[in-house]
């Protein structure tokens, strides 16, 4: 069984940066696709960025694409978000999450992190 804890939330003015983390404990890190979902005040969960287990591969949601960045390091089991451009509506608690395969589908995901909240707002 994976856990996955994330960091680097706080509250950001818009057109700034902040760079999520998300650590991972279990042996199979590397054999896994990881991605990150959101969800905002009164959403729901929607997706937001997913990786290959070799990190060849990424998709991304139409509204951050451009502006975030996902990546992971496997020696570490650590994978990030890099967000820029940040805008109001990124607010939202952010989620990282273990699948096997790639996808943009929460279903797909069994294994969530307990979230990080990200506030944009002047």
């Known amino acids: 069984q994976v856990q996955l804890v994330e960091s680097g939330g706080g509250l950001v003015q818009p057109g700034g940066s902040l760079r999520l983390s998300c650590a991972a404990t279990?042996?199979?890190?590397?054999?896994?696709?990881m991605g990150w979902f959101r969800q905002g005040p009164g959403k729901e969960r929607e997706f937001v960025a997913v990786i290959s287990w070799s990190g060849s591969t990424t998709t991304y949601a139409d509204s951050v694409k451009g502006r975030f960045t996902i990546s992971r390091i496997n020696a570490r089991k650590m994978v990030y978000l890099q967000m820029n451009s940040l805008k109001s509506e990124d607010t939202a608690v952010y989620y990282c999450?273990?699948?096997?395969?790639?996808?943009?589908?929460?279903?797909?995901?069994?294994?969530w992190g307990q979230g990080t909240q990200v506030t944009v707002s002047s």
């Open positions: 999450a273990q699948s096997v395969r790639l996808s943009t589908n929460a279903a797909d995901f069994g294994s």
């Open positions: 279990g042996r199979t890190f590397s054999s896994y696709a």
